[in-house]
């Protein structure tokens, strides 16, 4: 939503009830109709298991930024509906977003499982970066941190190969530079093979260390007229805000190669995770190439519950394993987007975050956090100096 500031409460009332009802609507004509299909395949496949899944995240942020000492932001940041289905070693998923008034696939997933590896077709995120593979009812706050916006992309329509052990995850796979929505409107040309490995040991009582690392390499787009502009951008600690707080154009854009560090640490009450990007972005006609770099560390430590969740098929740590668990959770990133070699600025910052976690049931839950967050040079020109940002989230995931 915009923001909501010099706005009466009646026309702020109309919107939500406005922006519900569509939401309503379009999620009872998607759940009737997976109704329908799941109970057609269930009479002619009587082993078929099939799951429906919905979460809403609903958003709310306040913040002394800006010209009128307070602005206030709520929306309904995510809604999906959707459906998990097995039969024998076939896995299909189907995500459905309606965040915002606006329908778009999420995961569509094809899965066929092996013993010790999975290979996958759909739209999905890269195996690339350890805390974007994390579902968002998961994550230690609202979103990543601004270094994981900065160097990952969207979902992206391709195959990829995961393979498991107790001690090791590898992953590997070849995309399309684009997502189910966006092919043949405004599509890239280009393709992107991404790699990632892990070697894991996992002890007692909920006690884990995972080390890894990842990399991706992007051709250059083709059936262009003219030479591609690339872009990176980051919205820092919120997507709240109207402009994003980094944002970088890349001219005459070649290839790309980045890669990715990555460790956790995990304890009956405690979790500490980190992450280091490094982007290098080449550049035709003789341009020095592009080179940002960025990485976070995070932890967390439970006032209430024991251990923490881990999916070792996909090598990714989730929410606390008890029931009602309190997390407290903290936060320092750094994200560089300015290279004065290639003469691209697209801003530096840096910010600390602290927040505490209700895991009310396994459906509900409650975040709660702060962020201070330093501009530095040729950040956006709507952030002018350094700011404070309070954020809370209601979710619910089933």
């Not at 306040?62 to 509906?81: A, H, N, P």
């Amino acid at each position: 939503m915009e923001l909501q500031t010099n706005r009466t409460f009646a026309a702020d009332l109309s919107g939500i009830l406005s922006e519900w009802d569509f939401v309503k609507r379009t999620a009872l004509a998607m759940c009737l109709i997976f109704l329908s299909c799941g109970s057609g395949i269930a009479q002619v496949h009587n082993t078929l298991d099939m799951k429906f899944r919905s979460r809403a995240l609903l958003d709310a942020a306040v913040s002394g930024y800006g010209k009128e000492d307070t602005q206030g932001y709520y929306r309904l940041e995510d809604f999906r509906i959707g459906f998990k289905a097995a039969y024998g070693q076939w896995e299909a998923k189907a995500d459905i977003g309606l965040g915002g008034g606006k329908v778009a696939i999420k995961d569509l997933l094809l899965n066929y499982h092996f013993k010790n590896g999975v290979l996958s077709f759909g739209n999905a995120y890269e195996p690339f970066s350890l805390d974007m593979l994390i579902s968002t009812a998961d994550l230690r706050f609202h979103q990543s941190a601004a270094s994981v916006l900065a160097f990952t992309d969207s979902r992206k329509l391709g195959a990829a190969y995961h393979f498991y052990t107790d001690s090791w995850y590898l992953a590997t796979g070849i995309y399309t530079h684009n997502d189910i929505n966006k092919i043949g409107n405004g599509q890239k040309n280009a393709f992107v093979s991404t790699s990632r490995a892990v070697w894991r040991k996992q002890g007692k009582a909920h006690r884990l260390i995972h080390v890894g690392g990842a990399f991706s390499f992007r051709t250059k787009q083709v059936n262009t007229e003219e030479p591609p502009v690339g872009t990176a951008d980051s919205e820092g600690v919120t997507s709240m805000f109207p402009a994003p707080l980094l944002k970088a154009e890349i001219p005459n854009l070649g290839t790309e190669v980045k890669g990715a560090i990555e460790a956790l640490y995990t304890a009956p009450r405690w979790m500490v995770q980190a992450e280091y990007y490094f982007d290098r972005l080449n550049r035709t006609d003789s341009k020095k190439a592009y080179r940002p770099h960025g990485g976070y560390i995070q932890g967390g430590f439970l006032l209430k519950g024991s251990g923490f969740g881990y999916d070792a098929m996909y090598g990714i740590p989730s929410r606390p394993a008890t029931p009602q668990a309190i997390e407290l959770v903290i936060r320092l990133n750094y994200t560089d987007m300015n290279d004065n070699r290639a003469g691209i600025y697209g801003g530096k910052e840096a910010d600390f975050s602290l927040g505490v976690n209700w895991y009310i049931n396994q459906y509900l839950g409650v975040k709660l956090n702060g962020s201070y967050v330093w501009v530095g040079e040729h950040c956006n020109a709507f952030y002018q100096k350094d700011f404070f940002l309070a954020q809370l989230r209601l979710q619910y995931i089933f």
